[in-house]
């Protein structure tokens, strides 16, 4: 019944059983969900209702005249079991049960998981959930999901064990530019586990990147031997939930998975190439960083910075978050001396002192000279991009055009010589709005709102290379 | 000399010696910031000059008719001496040092420094600099600065040994609802050191809240003993930058200081009271919860949160962070019992699970019955706010509108909370666009992006209440 992917991904045909036009609940969100693509048959069940969504609702499944793949179930508990019949009785191939109220519950939730759990089996379907908050194929444009809003396609899978995370990671994604091929709320895993989702993704030829929030694993032995299989390939990036008392308790109340010992994970992750982050910003902030850009070849970071105290500071937390600030080679330091006035400081960070109109294309400029130096693997540029130009004591229309005209021809340059040297850029905006990071990842770059966040995935993509590296000279 | 203190704050002339026209030169942004106010005398000085920015230029200081209290210089090094003689003969009180080339650079700079330093004491004047952009005063509207944009008055005053930093500690207050009483860019301190701004600070009553970015100190036993005097009454908050051996390194070649050992710093920082942070944004994080809220009274937190994996992910985060998970009182779990669903987590975190657009009440009932428990110190609130309409399944402008209306009452009900237990609340919005934080700010919520922001928060205010309140057991 593990094999029963393609009716779950690419159905011809679905029945959403217990759908529903109240707003707030979650049939009447799947429903609004499936309704975005017209590629396929959506019947409502409901046996109070005559229409939903405009569309005649049928009492129950088996009053559907066409056959039905794929049924997303959002009844209450206690009707699960019986609905489930029907779908078998019906034919149906897969199911995502939305329906909470099982195992996270109490004991008589457990039994009628278990319960469950046998009907599909003997029935021959397969499922997600229950207590999931659903799943979603961006290719086929299957949109089974609570969320409601729009979902940009692109390279990254995401698993969760959570189904607001899920939500979560999908607003993250917009306003940081990560599009996703497949996003799964894995709810109880009563039938597909979270390790079953991961050996499907890792032949997805429309995943390149596989992303997951786990609070517990069901089969971590299968898991990290599937993880280290992957990893070579594409690579996966984790949240582990559950690290300290408190939260390994809370996920108990959540899900009913055990956190196991935060020990024996951290190792695990290690040994099979996983990278593990702390939480949804730096997984979003790794993500990114993997779709479009080259990994670092390691950890020795250049920083340039139009600010001395700026460079001061984003040396500080590189190095206390592990990089290595490379000392420069001489012939860097020759060349930097034709752009930079006199009182540069002809070292790592490279303080180009001052800010004035003149400083982009010598920036620029820097920039080059870094990235051609053998020395150093990423760069970190702190520099005021994307300013107000209030604040930049320019007089007339005239000039600020000007200045924004050469503002976007640094940054033309900048995609240039990333794309010619091969190596990744980190951007930190200062004197910036909020917003500004944002507006430079949706134009595609590694835009981080401080040199914490950059130093992080910095540090994080140069450990995965070193396993790609390892992993290629034991092939 | 060192008391000319209301001629550098509340000068009745300036004469700015280096005025110029030239967008992207400081003798430009400084003439621009000081004729914001009109409040006093500006007298541009430049000997190849007729008129700045629609002034008449005097070629000395020597020249301008009436008396001059300060002077804002902004000349090549090797005319300053020439010039601060002319401004002792004027009898000139207090200067403001911004050109570079001193102590910074190399001996011969060096050299011109001490110069300087016994000019201006001869001569009675006391300095600012050199190498500094600046100063302002929002009080008397002295804007003696490099910054040209708007200055958001306030009761925090910032001293900083980078100038760059302070254009973006502006910045980032801007857009964080934080106002300034005075900023200080002490340059290379050759006269006034930082030192001496801590003193007149602490007693200067349009302060509230002293924050510093120190790269070294030169009489770090008068720092500590002041901070030590001045922690019990106003709140120091500090960012030390040279922790590592990379950014002690650049400390020297930017302004030349010794960033000394970060153990024996880390040491009096926390023997003086000093709230010491590890960048600009827990920086910014911190002074803002200090400016309108109550301090938390310990590190017991309890989290509200509308969704399962959130809460599990944001008490991991807590712990991780120090803070402790408080267990409920029996009287809030039964409270609690009958505003949320029965599937709710029994225990903190408290998981109202689910999102709807009953939600609203319900939380903020449930808020209130958190801040009641005399086990939690502060709350963090996950949950729904600035939301994109076009997310909550709504169907039409009546029920948008509705939701709305709902959320601004929810709102207001949590400030007025707030005030009735005098326990912080920390927001931190979940699903909203990343400018959500920065709006909830702008309307006085303690709002942070993520839980880790807030966790640290809370953390380090709460360990600030203990020395407080050890403070006052020993008077």
Not at 60 to 71: K, N, R, T, W
Not at 166 to 193: C, R
Not at 229 to 245: H, L, N, S, Y
Not at 330 to 337: D, G, P, Q, Y
Request: hydrophobic residues 40%; proline residues 5%; aromatic residues 8%.
């Amino acid at each position: 019944m593990r094999d029963n992917w393609q009716y779950l991904f690419t159905p011809g045909s679905v029945a959403v059983i217990g759908a529903s036009n109240a707003p707030g609940s979650w049939g009447c969100s799947i429903m609004r969900s499936l309704l975005i693509s017209t590629e396929r048959k959506v019947y409502p069940v409901n046996n109070r209702l005559s229409e939903v969504w405009g569309l005649a609702a049928y009492g129950s499944v088996l009053d559907i005249p066409g056959s039905v793949d794929l049924a997303v179930i959002a009844v209450p508990a206690l009707q699960v079991p019986t609905v489930l019949r029907e779908c078998v009785q019906k034919e149906v191939k897969a199911a995502a049960i939305v329906s909470g109220g099982f195992a996270e519950t109490d004991k008589q939730g457990r039994k009628l998981e278990t319960e469950l759990t046998k009907i599909a089996q003997q029935g021959g379907i397969c499922f997600i959930g229950p207590n999931s908050m659903g799943y979603a194929d961006t290719s086929s444009r299957l949109f089974a999901l609570t969320w409601v809003g729009e979902i940009t396609p692109g390279p990254v899978a995401f698993i969760s064990q959570s189904g607001n995370i899920i939500h979560w990671i999908i607003s993250k994604g917009k306003s940081s530019g990560i599009g996703f091929s497949k996003l799964i709320s894995t709810g109880n895993e009563a039938d597909l586990h979270l390790e079953d989702y991961l050996e499907y993704l890792a032949q997805d030829e429309n995943t390149q990147i596989i992303a997951a929030y786990i609070e517990g694993l069901r089969e971590g032995r299968r898991f990290f031997e599937l993880a280290k299989e992957t990893t070579i390939r594409k690579p996966v990036i984790v949240v582990k939930a559950g690290r300290t008392k408190g939260s390994a308790k809370a996920v108990k109340s959540h899900t009913g998975a055990l956190a196991g010992s935060e020990v024996a994970y951290a190792a695990a992750f290690k040994q099979s190439g996983v990278i593990r982050v702390d939480d949804d910003d730096e997984l979003c902030d790794i993500v990114f960083a993997l779709i479009n850009h080259p990994l670092p070849r390691g950890n020795r970071v250049g920083i340039l910075t139009s600010g001395g105290g700026l460079g001061v500071m984003a040396t500080d937390i590189c190095e206390w978050e592990g990089l290595n600030i490379a000392p420069l080679a001489a012939s860097t330091i020759e060349k930097l001396n034709t752009y930079l006035p006199p009182r540069w400081s002809h070292g790592n960070p490279v303080d180009t002192t001052g800010m004035s109109l003149e400083e982009i294309p010598i920036l620029s400029s820097s920039l080059q000279v870094l990235l051609e130096d053998k020395n150093i693997d990423a760069v970190l540029l702190q520099t005021v991009v994307g300013l107000d130009a209030s604040l930049l004591n320019l007089r007339g229309p005239e000039e600020v055009k000007a200045f924004k005209e050469a503002e976007a021809k640094g940054l033309s340059k900048i995609k240039q010589w990333i794309k010619e040297y091969d190596k990744p850029v980190f951007v930190v905006p200062t004197l910036a709005s909020p917003s500004a990071t944002f507006a430079l990842r949706k134009e595609g770059f590694l835009a981080y709102p401080n040199p914490r966040r950059a130093a992080k995935v910095i540090h994080r993509l140069g450990e995965y290379r070193k396993i790609l590296e390892t992993a290629k000279l034991a092939t």
